[in-house]
């Protein structure tokens, strides 16, 4: 089992920058693709943004792009999420997940194409 962990999470103001971690415990991971996706109180659960297993491929929601960035340290059994000019709208409960399934036919937006999901962290922007 893939035991995937979230942290970095936490008040900021808005426009202010946060980094999530997701890190898996025990085997390494990079072999899977990651997504992050949020859900906002109230909300669907949406895609944040995804990396495939290589690292060289990335995929953004609109809400995303310019703003945040996808990375991975497969050394360390890490992705990272770089978020920058934080909003309010981005108050969200983030999940990581890991899948092998993502970036094939262009389903990393998907949840489906994750077997593996964190148990969320909580980021919260203030106005």
């Known amino acids: 089992q893939v035991l995937l962990v979230e942290s970095g999470g936490g008040l900021v103001q808005t426009g202010g920058s946060l980094r999530l971690s997701c890190a898996r415990s025990?085997?390494?991971?990079?072999?899977?693709?990651v997504g992050w996706f949020r859900q906002a109180p109230g909300k669907e659960r949406e895609f944040v943004a995804a990396?495939?297993?290589?690292?060289?491929?990335?995929s953004y929601a609109d809400a995303a792009k310019n703003r945040f960035t996808i990375s991975r340290d497969n050394a360390k059994n890490t992705v990272y999420l770089q978020m920058n000019n934080l909003k309010p709208e981005d108050a969200a409960v983030y999940y990581c997940?890991?899948?092998?399934?993502?970036?094939?036919?262009?389903?990393?937006?998907?949840?489906?194409?994750?077997?593996?999901w964190g148990q969320g962290i909580q980021v919260t922007v203030s106005s």
């Open positions: 997940a890991a899948g092998v399934r993502a970036f094939v036919s262009g389903t990393e937006y998907q949840q489906a194409a994750y077997d593996f």
């Open positions: 025990g085997r390494t991971f990079s072999n899977y693709a």
């Open positions: 990396i495939n297993a290589g690292g060289g491929t990335t």
